[in-house]
């Protein structure tokens, strides 16, 4: 079992960043999977970043390649998204979600989240 807190979300103007951080606690950090989902209002929730248990490989969607950075910290058991370059359409709740040795992907679901965190780019 794992439990994950978001913290970091809020208001920016377009071209503006945000960082974003996941404090889990539970089992050994280390071998988690970790990634970030979003959800927009009408819209499904969907994968925007991920980073392996083991050899930090990360994943991204293309909407965000380039401008957003996900990363991890074993010692402080957090996991962290740096967007950069915001637009309007990054406008959703963010979820931080973790897996039992995932490599990020996105064709494997997670099976833990946190509760999100609102992120809002004006235009």
């Known amino acids: 079992q794992v439990q994950l807190v978001e913290s970091g979300g809020g208001l920016v103007q377009a071209g503006g960043s945000l960082r974003l951080s996941c404090a889990a606690s539970?089992?050994?950090?280390?071998?988690?999977?970790m990634g970030w989902f979003r959800q927009a209002p009408g819209k499904e929730r969907e994968f925007v970043a991920g980073i392996s248990w083991n050899i930090d490989n990360t994943y991204y969607v293309d909407s965000v390649n380039g401008r957003f950075t996900i990363s991890r910290d074993n010692a402080k058991n957090t996991v962290y998204l740096q967007m950069n370059s915001l637009k309007p359409e990054d406008t959703a709740v963010y979820y931080c979600a973790a897996r039992l040795f995932w490599s990020g992907v996105a064709t494997t679901k997670p099976n833990y989240w946190g509760q999100g965190t609102q992120v809002t780019v004006s235009s």
């Open positions: 539970g089992r050994p950090f280390s071998s988690y999977g």
